[in-house]
């Protein structure tokens, strides 16, 4: 099948070809639809994708899979543990920037079974400017509903159900999916506000914290219980008026003391209005949860008096942002996100210190209980750990980690007793010692168990020396750690117009490294596919990133939805290396790196070469370098072949001498990329 070259042809190419694509898929020939653009396959009427779907896979299994009181087993689902997520080929889906979960299966069929992982950003309703990381309750995000789908299929009309179809759709057509585990929540979510003791507490008053005792918390449930009786529960429930017991999850279950609070779950204005209600008696008095932290030393609060640092809201409420008290080079304070409490303070927390021999048990087991509850709920096959380089003891990581050691850790565990494939990908950049934690990343990774690890590749200009040895560190901690740091493409963090340099060139040798690596994991995020060239900022609705939350004034403002980005070239490049992994990464699947130029430490030497250590098959050699050319390219031949066979290059076609001793190319044109065949 042709191609096409131009941003117009692929658009025309769809309207034109779109049968003949689609039977490539329904036929088995193709395990994407090619050429479907993935702006293109989000507006795919949800007739049309039934209609493919049920041609490939069976009107048995789709309607199967339609029905969310049943269960399509998981791909992974005959593994005996949580290692195939170390050589996983992942994308990331912040579901605001295509409106719903259904149109992730949409967009699904744009992905290659080489990249056969999704990993859904957080599905949780949303807070302070919406960010989706700052969780204000346990319910699934309804911004996410897809009417569409509700009007096709009237059994699908919550979006707990549709979560589900969309979960058992996408491991129909064979991928995993995985949910973000986040240990912290809105400032004053749900969660805090109905369950005050299993956080941390202080109180303000101007430019002062008068208080941040370890027990604060009692005072905030004593003046929830005021508030109660000053303005009456939502809905007529008889409840207990001793906070002992009305903040008590056996005596008296949180589902009650939420609909007291703020009333049914499907009244989302009036909760909304409830809990902003009971913001304004306690912020009235000065009580704020206390904010999450970055890096060390994580702990010791300000107030920061500056004038910038003030914000007043809708309501009138004028808040303050917080320091460190003594901050240290990657310290940060985010002032709308409260970190749950996970152990008890030393001397009634008067010097800001923790208890770690004291784990608050209840809160562990609540937090991971909840997070158990959504595994089994839509049979997610693994979790991203929100800031999983956060590693608060000075010392660092322990000998011996136990249970408690780690709140992800303890949440995998878990999960782990009844879904033992359920994989841990944490969310740490493998920062020098003591940079972005206390002591070593790479033991507290292997001290939480993590599966894989996100890595920083995405944060370097591809070529520079900086990205070239950290790629030779990471492919070494690949051998010698117990998880797997992972090739990141992008991220929907980076995805930003602070970080447009990092993606001038080279994107294609990205996919190229992340799918043909098969020992390695990598991650892209989506819009990556179509993502312009950024010489200069473009408008905010071209970023990802700025949809992670919603604001409509300053400069992270968005006023529409996100816009694709029109890269053509980019796209066919990607759609020609999807093409080229259909035919050879069965054959070089979970086979380990056998280098034969290998990344350079210091990063000076840009060319790699590598086949594979098991069998070897394919020879794949990039020129990192993407300013420069390289020539008279030579490396030992440790496979008995006499000839090698052009699958592909990025360039013109080389000549490439073989024999038993050694290979050799004469030039490698500046970003070049090239695969061969073993000929014996």
Request: hydrophobic letters at 35%; aromatic letters at 14%; proline letters at 5%.
């Amino acid at each position: 099948m042709h191609i096409p070259d131009t941003y117009d042809e692929f658009s025309h190419f769809w309207a034109n070809h779109q049968q003949e694509a689609i039977l490539a898929y329904t036929s088995q020939k193709d395990s994407f639809i090619v050429g479907l653009l993935p702006e293109q396959s989000v507006a795919m009427p949800a007739i049309q994708l039934f209609y493919i779907l049920e041609k490939r896979f069976g009107q048995t299994a789709l309607y199967q899979a339609l029905n969310p009181d049943f269960t399509v087993p998981s791909p992974v689902a005959h593994q005996k543990d949580t290692s195939w997520i170390k050589t996983v080929n992942m994308v990331g889906i912040n579901v605001r920037t295509i409106s719903s979960f259904f149109n992730v299966v949409k967009y699904s069929l744009t992905l290659p079974t080489s990249q056969s992982s999704i990993h859904l950003l957080p599905i949780w309703e949303c807070g302070v400017v919406a960010s989706l990381y700052g969780m204000a309750s346990w319910n699934i995000n309804p911004e996410f509903y897809d009417e569409e789908l509700a009007r096709a299929f009237p059994h699908l009309n919550t979006v707990e159900k549709q979560l589900k179809v969309v979960c058992n759709l996408l491991h129909l057509t064979g991928k995993t999916v995985g949910m973000d585990v986040i240990p912290h929540t809105d400032r004053y979510s749900e969660i805090a506000l109905a369950n005050p003791h299993f956080f941390e507490w202080l109180q303000r008053k101007e430019f002062e914290i008068i208080n941040h005792d370890a027990n604060l918390h009692e005072k905030v449930q004593e003046r929830i219980l005021v508030f109660l009786q000053q303005f009456g529960a939502v809905v007529d429930i008889e409840y207990p008026k001793e906070p002992e017991v009305f903040f008590n999850n056996q005596l008296f279950p949180e589902e009650k003391r939420l609909q007291v609070l703020f009333g049914e779950k499907s009244y989302l204005w009036v909760r909304n209005k409830k809990r902003n209600q009971l913001i304004s008696f306690l912020f009235n008095e000065g009580y704020e949860p206390v904010p999450a932290t970055m890096a060390p030393p994580y702990r010791g609060l300000a107030v920061d008096k500056r004038e910038e640092a003030k914000t007043i809201d809708e309501d009138g409420r004028v808040w303050r942002d917080y320091t460190i008290s003594k901050p240290e080079a990657m310290s940060r304070v985010f002032g709308p996100l409260a970190r749950f409490k996970l152990y008890e303070s030393l001397d009634n927390n008067q010097h800001w210190e923790i208890d770690f021999s004291s784990p608050r048990k209840e809160v562990w087991e609540y937090t991971a209980a909840k997070y158990l509850g959504f595994a089994q709920q839509y049979n997610f096959d693994f979790m991203r750990g929100d800031m999983s380089h956060v590693q608060l003891r000075k010392e660092g990581t322990p000998a011996n980690p136990d249970e408690y050691y780690d709140i992800h850790k303890y949440i995998k565990g878990i999960i782990c007793r009844t879904k033992p494939t359920f994989s841990y990908f944490a969310e740490s950049f493998l920062a020098p010692p003591n940079t972005m934690a206390y002591g070593v990343e790479e033991e507290h990774l292997e001290g939480s168990d993590a599966d894989s690890t996100l890595g920083d590749l995405q944060s370097m200009t591809l070529g520079s020396e900086t990205f070239v040895s950290a790629f030779a560190r990471y492919h070494s901690l690949l051998k010698t750690c117990t998880f797997a740091p992972n090739f990141t493409i992008i991220t929907a963090d980076k995805d930003d117009p602070r970080f447009d340099e990092f993606y001038l060139r080279g994107n294609e040798i990205r996919m190229f490294m992340g799918l043909f690596l098969s020992d390695m994991p990598s991650y892209m995020s989506l819009g990556f596919e179509q993502r312009d060239v950024h010489f200069s900022p473009a408008p905010n609705e071209h970023y990802t990133k700025l949809y992670v939350f919603q604001l409509t004034e300053g400069p992270k403002a968005t006023h529409s939805k996100y816009q694709w980005g029109k890269n053509a070239e980019l796209f066919k490049g990607l759609t020609t290396l999807r093409k080229i992994s259909e035919e050879i990464c069965s054959a070089i699947a979970k086979q380990s790196t056998q280098w034969l130029i290998a990344p350079d430490f210091t990063g000076k030497n840009k060319v790699i070469a590598w086949t594979q250590s098991e069998h070897p098959q394919y020879l794949f050699i990039v020129n990192l370098d993407t300013e420069h050319e390289s020539e008279e390219i030579s490396f030992k031949n440790i496979v008995e072949a006499k000839h090698l066979e052009h699958i592909f290059t990025s360039n013109k076609k080389k000549d490439i001498t073989c024999n038993t001793e050694n290979i050799q190319i004469n030039l490698l044109e500046k970003g070049e990329y090239s695969i061969y065949r073993y000929q014996f």
